[in-house]
């Protein structure tokens, strides 16, 4: 899944409150830690445990670059086989959707660019010629792939390379917490590597889920910049503020995250982008989309899509300066 240092850019914040009031469960899965609270039902911890374990070798199998004989794995290999199941198609669906209203600025077939920059599960290109790089244009295009009705994804590009990173975290975290409900908690957390999905009210404190955003600044102890509360919605983060560089030359900055577009590294001073969404896995979506659109851009597309805010933390000089959607709790 996503690299690491995308991730843990938001975190909970825990009261002292008495632990029997909730049930915890904690682990390590697509390549980052978990964390599911829920108040306690009839069904045993072990079996809620196995619920869990369950739905994660499932998205694994479905959707994991990572691991050789998956379903995107083959796909990517070039297996015209492949019948997808409905995990793969509901985050394929969600994809294409969020390509479209970005006008491609999201498009999980841009990693072809980041293996060959090295940031993806295969060997960075030693040399990345033109005539390379005009090739992985021409591979590079969600356009260029179709999901058919028997479930069997086609592309127009045998080396086209589809990557879900981008958002089937995000659909993990939906997925586990509509297990936790199926289960009859209608209070409940689920956290992915940073990203969250809450609903009803904090069995600890009464109150509403409570969440904090990293502070870009913090050097050695951690802290936030922000805490908001989280009730029957989601929230993503993506940043770059932990990866970077400078251009000895210009002074720009150039962060880990590649335009589809152009195949170059995004140079941007938006150190990180959170979304707030119904469901985690468009919040993800769109954390990930917003690190790649311009600024300008990206506050015209929040402000027309319903049910979705963002909050924008910007590298300005020696400072930072935040920005929010309109309907952003500040």
């Not at 002292?16 to 069904?43: K, S």
């Not at 492949?82 to 669906?93: L, M, T």
């Not at 503020?241 to 030359?249: A, E, G, P, T, V």
């Not at 954390?287 to 805010?309: G, Y």
């Amino acid at each position: 899944m996503r690299n690491l240092f995308f991730s843990l850019l938001l975190f909970l914040v825990y009261s002292c409150e008495d632990e029997n009031q909730v049930q915890v469960h904690q682990g390590y899965a697509l390549g980052t830690t978990y964390t599911v609270q829920y108040r306690p039902i009839n069904t045993s911890v072990d079996d809620v445990q196995n619920g869990i374990d369950s739905l994660f070798t499932v998205i694994n199998k479905s959707m994991s670059t990572y691991i050789p004989n998956s379903d995107i794995s083959k796909i990517n290999q070039g297996d015209t086989t492949v019948v997808v199941d409905i995990h793969f198609k509901n985050v394929f669906s969600k994809a294409t959707e969020v390509w479209e209203l970005t006008n491609g600025f999201f498009d999980p077939t841009v990693g072809a660019w980041v293996n060959a920059y090295g940031f993806g599960p295969e060997k960075p290109v030693k040399l990345l010629t033109d005539e390379k790089k005009i090739h992985l244009s021409k591979i590079t295009g969600w356009n260029h792939v179709k999901l058919n009705d028997n479930l069997k994804v086609t592309k127009k590009f045998k080396e086209t390379y589809i990557d879900f990173n981008a958002l089937a975290k995000g659909y993990a975290v939906d997925l586990i917490g509509n297990y936790i409900a199926s289960l009859g908690s209608l209070d409940y957390l689920v956290e992915i590597g940073g990203e969250i999905v809450a609903h009803g009210i904090s069995p600890k404190s009464g109150n509403p889920w409570r969440i904090a955003i990293d502070d870009p600044k913090q050097k050695t102890e951690r802290r936030s910049i922000q805490q908001l509360t989280l009730t029957n919605e989601a929230i993503a983060t993506s940043g770059n503020y932990r990866k970077f560089r400078i251009d000895s030359l210009t002074g720009e900055r150039y962060v880990h995250s590649i335009n589809p577009l152009t195949g170059e590294p995004v140079k941007s001073n938006v150190l990180s982008t959170s979304v707030k969404a119904i469901d985690c896995m468009t919040a993800d979506a769109y954390a990930t989309a917003l690190m790649v659109l311009p600024f300008e851009k990206s506050k015209v597309l929040i402000d027309r899509l319903p049910n979705i805010e963002a909050y924008w933390i910007i590298a300005s000089k020696d400072t930072i300066q935040e920005f929010y959607s309109r309907g952003w709790n500040k």
